[in-house]
Nanobody, 117 residues
Framework: VQLVESGGGLVGPGGSLRLSCVTSGLTFSAYYMMWYRQAPGKERELVAA?????????NYADSVKGRFTISRDNAKNTVYLQMNSLKPEDTAVYFC??????????WGQGTQVTVSS
């Protein structure tokens, strides 16, 4: 199983980025997909989640509601995180997580997002 994130980078406050997480080796449509982030010196936190293909319900951390949008393309085995109106406090390494059960969940390697002027 592989999860490969991309799309991170340096952006100014108010800017936008779109993260992608391409998966392989799993039945993507069956997995609940999530984006987490971890800032220096802080614990990893859940940013956004989307249910498996049958539901497609989304949930967001309060800190990103109205600014971030999670979506999935089951044909491409990919989950996305559209991030708008970025703030310096959004600076972190962003990780993709595929979750089926407690013993069947997988992580990507992370992609750095830096919001700075």
């Amino acid at each position: 199983v592989q999860l490969v994130e991309s799309g991170g980078g340096l952006v100014g406050p108010g800017g936008s980025l779109r993260l992608s997480c391409v998966t392989s080796g799993l039945t993507f449509s069956a997995y609940y997909m999530m984006w987490y982030r971890q800032a220096p010196g802080k614990e990893r936190e859940l940013v956004a989640a989307i249910t498996s293909a049958g539901g497609s319900t989304t949930n967001y951390a309060d800190s990103v509601k109205g600014r971030f949008t999670i979506s999935r393309d089951n044909a491409k085995n990919t989950v996305y995180l559209q991030m708008n109106s970025l703030k310096p406090e959004d600076t972190a390494v962003y990780f993709c997580n595929a979750w089926l059960t407690r013993n069947l969940n997988y992580w990507g390697q992370g992609t750095q997002v830096t919001v700075s002027s």
